[in-house]
């Protein structure tokens, strides 16, 4: 069993890095390896390979790896098959904080960064925030609180989305409407270096209490009976994660399902021990992403379809599948 699970990680690491090579030359345009080495005076496909593709493949793979283990950890955390990166209202937070830059027209950026993605972060953390406070005047941190307070919190902001859409022009509301669809229409390397930091102290922080998650699939109480600091552990969790989600759709918008299919695919491979199905979930996810991401910008050229639309279409038969197969099995949605 040990041999074929590292066998199984072994092929997804390099199949993960297969599509890393080959993806930067896929899209509208298709470009060579010679454009790439050896760039033609006045041609472009050297321009494009560098500062357009290879960045946007990047930023999709770092993306696809924080929502995968974002997923994963709340998963273990709320031992529900069905929760996502966005169960706890950050995604509504961040898009609320966007469609809030759009409507009122004010344009500024720091550096780098634009004003749109530095408004998503903020309300991200804002809802962070909320959801934790709601958390703490419960006296507790038990899971049920933190989950309803995360529904509540994204209900809340939903709606305001809503009435900002219902009272913006035609074309702030379009700019509203295809922001929430997710993509990574991007130029140059500034996307990759400002999430990067929050993916990889997130990423370090779920690596790091693999171990406490196995033990929390059990339950709360076999946790704390095996010595396992249950409150700070989901405490350390739910804050390194929503961080890296907020981050990532700050400047990518919200992407459903990759943090629902991902980890569950790499359960099936690899099976439910943390200590291996992180690391498997990881560049599983970045590299699902990249191929999402590839296909929306080849699919229907020279339109690009907006990756969230891509990931949501093969997100809805998966979720089927899901309901399917442990209906079958006999097992609660609730189980893991």
């Known amino acids: 069993m040990n041999q074929k699970r590292n066998i199984v990680i072994v092929s997804i690491f390099g ?151 219902y009272i913006s022009d035609f074309t702030r509301s379009f700019r509203v409407i295809r922001w929430l669809m997710g993509g990574f229409e991007i130029v140059g390397y500034e996307p990759v270096t400002t999430i990067l930091p929050f993916v990889i102290t997130g990423s370090f922080v779920i690596f790091a209490l693999t171990n406490e998650l196995n033990v929390l699939t059990l339950g709360e109480d076999i946790a704390l009976s095996r010595g396992v600091p249950v409150r700070r552990v989901k405490t350390a969790l739910f804050f390194a994660t929503s961080l890296m989600v907020g981050s990532i759709v700050s400047v990518c918008g919200p992407i459903g399902f990759v943090g629902m299919m991902a980890p569950h695919i790499c359960r099936l491979l690899v099976g439910y021990d943390h200590r291996y199905l992180a690391p498997a979930t990881c560049v599983f996810g970045g590299a699902f992403l990249v191929l999402c991401d590839a296909l929306a910008r080849s699919l229907i050229p020279p339109a690009e379809i907006p990756v969230g639309v891509i990931t949501a279409l093969l997100g809805g038969p998966f979720f089927l599948w899901l309901l399917l197969r442990r209906s079958r099995e006999g097992g609660q949605m609730g189980d893991l």
Request: with cysteine; hydrophobic share 60%.
């Open 15 to 165: 199949l993960t890095a297969a599509v890393l090579l080959l993806a930067p030359f896929v899209g509208i345009e298709t470009i060579t390896l010679q454009e790439v080495v050896r760039p033609a005076a006045g041609g472009t496909g050297a321009d494009i390979f560098w500062r357009i593709r290879v960045p946007r493949v990047l930023t999709a793979f770092c993306a696809g790896a924080a929502l995968a283990l974002s997923g994963m950890a709340f998963q273990a955390m709320f031992r529900n098959p069905l929760a996502t990166p966005f169960t706890l209202g950050v995604s509504s937070g961040a898009a609320f904080g966007a469609s809030l830059y759009v409507v009122t027209g004010i344009v500024f950026s720091i550096g780098p960064v634009s004003g749109q993605s530095l408004s998503a972060f903020v309300w991200a953390a804002m809802a962070i925030l909320i959801v934790y406070g709601l958390t703490r005047v419960r006296r507790g941190s038990s899971t049920a609180t933190m989950l309803i307070a995360g529904v509540a919190v994204n209900f809340f902001f939903s709606s305001f989305i809503l009435f900002i859409q």
